[in-house]
């Protein structure tokens, strides 16, 4: 299983990123995936899931509204479009296959570093 994520940068507070997910080694079109977020002197949180078929999505409440989980199952892409950044979206994000409240199919990637800063 590899999971690359890219996308990540500097942002003024307000403006928006799109992440993205390259992954490989798994059937990508048969599993929920997840973005995940890790700030500074905090533990991994989830962000959002999308279903395998991309029907059906949910994010934590504190970027409900502003971000949107999206995947590409022919290219076996998952993305995370961020608006209305906020200084306390930064993180480093990361992607990975949910198989249950605690556990995820991969080995966590490098991530990619989201900074919101004026």
């Known amino acids: 299983v590899q999971l690359v994520e890219s996308g990540g940068g500097l942002v003024q507070p307000g403006g928006s990123l799109r992440l993205s997910c390259a992954t490989s080694?798994?059937?990508?079109?048969?599993?929920?995936m997840s973005w995940y977020r890790r700030a500074p002197g905090k533990g991994r949180e989830l962000v959002a899931r999308?279903?395998?078929?991309?029907?059906?999505?949910n994010y934590a409440d504190d970027v409900k509204g502003r971000f949107t989980i999206s995947r590409d199952n022919a290219k076996n892409m998952v993305y995370l479009q961020m608006n209305s950044l906020k200084p306390e979206d930064t993180a480093v994000y990361y992607c990975n296959a949910p198989l249950s409240r605690t556990l995820v199919l991969g080995s966590w990637g490098q991530g990619t570093q989201v900074t919101v800063s004026s």
């Open positions: 080694g798994f059937s990508f079109s048969s599993y929920d």
């Open positions: 999308i279903t395998a078929t991309g029907g059906s999505t």
